[in-house]
């Protein structure tokens, strides 16, 4: 059983900073794409930033309204993923959800089957 356990969340200031940190159990298997999502009040869910080791290398990809100040990176162990968010603004508030998944045979899609239960990010002006 995959599970996916968020932590890091919290109040900030306005050009704050915040690291969350999401721990991954039941695979250590890098094959996984890894991303954060985020969440806001009456706003859709929004892909914030994504990480893929598995072909040695590794492929980033960030939203633009996040690029530049956030930074997401896997743990040593492969079995954490990170997600350090720089200069923070108050449109940065929103649950923060971390979740793996696998391309979709013959498609350059990812499907995300294992998602964590989320953490909050508040940032005040």
């Known amino acids: 059983q995959v599970q996916l356990v968020e932590t890091g969340g919290g109040s900030v200031q306005a050009g704050g900073s915040l690291i969350l940190s999401c721990a991954v159990s039941?695979?250590?298997?890098?094959?996984?794409?890894m991303a954060w999502f985020r969440r806001a009040p009456g706003e859709e869910r929004e892909g914030v930033a994504r990480?893929?080791?598995?072909?040695?290398?590794?492929?980033?990809h960030y939203a633009d309204s996040v690029k530049g100040r956030f930074t997401i990176s896997r743990g040593d162990a492969k079995n954490t993923v990170y997600l350090q968010m720089n200069s923070l603004k108050p449109e940065d508030t929103a649950m923060y959800y971390c979740?793996?998944?696998?391309?979709?045979?013959?498609?350059?899609?990812?499907?995300?089957?294992?998602w964590g239960q989320g953490t909050q990010v508040s940032v005040s002006s």
């Open positions: 979740a793996a998944g696998v391309q979709v045979p013959g498609t350059r899609e990812l499907a995300y089957q294992y």
């Open positions: 039941g695979y250590t298997d890098s094959s996984y794409h």
């Open positions: 990480i893929y080791t598995g072909d040695g290398s590794t492929h980033t």
